[in-house]
């Protein structure tokens, strides 16, 4: 399983990027997807999570509202839109894969086997 993360940059604050997830196997479809981020000094934090068996999302408080987790089963890719910016959010985002039909927690990193290599993001105040 391989997971490619893309889209981050150096934004200043209140603005937006699209961060990307191409994952490079064939039971996508069957996989709880999330992104996390791991700030300089501090432990990797749940950001997002969308559920395989219906789709349902699960956002942060830190981000709900300004950040939207998507995915599009047909192209194995996984999306988070990220709005209204700010320092705070500048980090490393991760997105990670649970084990195919996995019905455990979807907050926790123990949780995601398969994790890509990071996208970094930078917020200028």
């Known amino acids: 399983v391989q997971l490619q993360a893309s889209g981050g940059g150096l934004v200043q604050a209140g603005g937006s990027l699209r961060l990307s997830c191409a994952a490079s196997?064939?039971?996508?479809?069957?996989?709880?997807m999330g992104w996390f981020r791991q700030a300089p000094g501090k432990e990797r934090e749940f950001v997002a999570a969308?559920?395989?068996?219906?789709?349902?999302?699960f956002h942060a408080d830190s981000v709900k509202g300004r950040f939207t987790i998507s995915r599009d089963d047909s192209k194995n890719t996984l999306a988070l839109q990220t709005n209204n910016l700010g320092p705070e959010d500048t980090a490393v985002y991760y997105c990670?894969?649970?084990?195919?039909?996995?019905?455990?927690?979807?907050?926790?990193?123990?949780?995601?086997?398969?994790w890509g290599q990071g996208t970094l993001v930078t917020v200028s105040s």
């Open positions: 990670a894969a649970t084990p195919s039909y996995y019905t455990g927690s979807w907050s926790q990193p123990r949780s995601y086997p398969y």
């Open positions: 196997l064939r039971t996508f479809s069957s996989r709880t």
């Open positions: 969308i559920r395989w068996s219906d789709g349902r999302t």
